[in-house]
């Protein structure tokens, strides 16, 4: 399905999520909540298509994977909901892969999805001995996120993506 598949922008799979959520019903969607559906986003992909469906790497920071791109374009909204965007779409043939991800991770709140990324091997891996609240710019490893989510979905691990 995704043979001829070119990885595309984190903040296109980002707007896709911020535009998704369901507002009338009081889902909000934070910076933080945004950062880590991006990264379940791209590592089920990596999982099971073997190639990242975004560009950007994620680092490891303290409060779990983050593109810095979408840090820096929602940084100043802090801890408010973000508002609906417009701009480029996301291609058609990802977007029941993106509801997937959405109805699977979409239902848990910000700090619950933290507190996920941080009891799972790439995040933990690139964090390595660093203390809780450290600063940290070390990239996730793709071959990482895709040999730990694709072990969940019983694929052997590969060498290189």
């Known amino acids: 399905m995704f043979d001829n598949w070119k990885p595309i922008g984190a903040k296109t799979v980002a707007r896709w999520f911020v535009n998704n959520a369901d507002r009338d019903a009081g889902e909000a969607m ?3 909540k945004l950062q880590k559906l991006v990264y ?3 590592a089920w992909f990596l999982a099971n298509f073997n190639k ?4 950007e790497d994620f680092e490891a920071w303290a409060h779990g994977p983050v593109v810095r791109a979408l840090y820096v374009k929602y ?6 909901a973000l508002a609906p965007e417009s701009g480029i779409n996301v291609p058609k043939e990802v977007e029941d892969y993106l509801e997937a991800v959405f109805d699977q991770y979409g239902q848990y709140g910000a700090k619950k999805l933290e507190k996920m990324t941080h009891s799972e091997t790439p995040w933990m891996e690139a964090r390595g001995d660093l203390p809780p609240e450290a600063a940290s710019s070390t990239k996730i490893s793709k071959l990482s996120m895709r040999n730990y989510y694709g072990s969940k979905i019983e694929k052997e691990p590969i060498q290189a993506l």
């Open 30 to 32: 934070t910076q933080l």
């Open 40 to 42: 379940y986003a791209d």
């Open 52 to 55: 990242p469906l975004i560009k």
């Open 75 to 80: 940084r100043s909204h802090g801890w408010d």
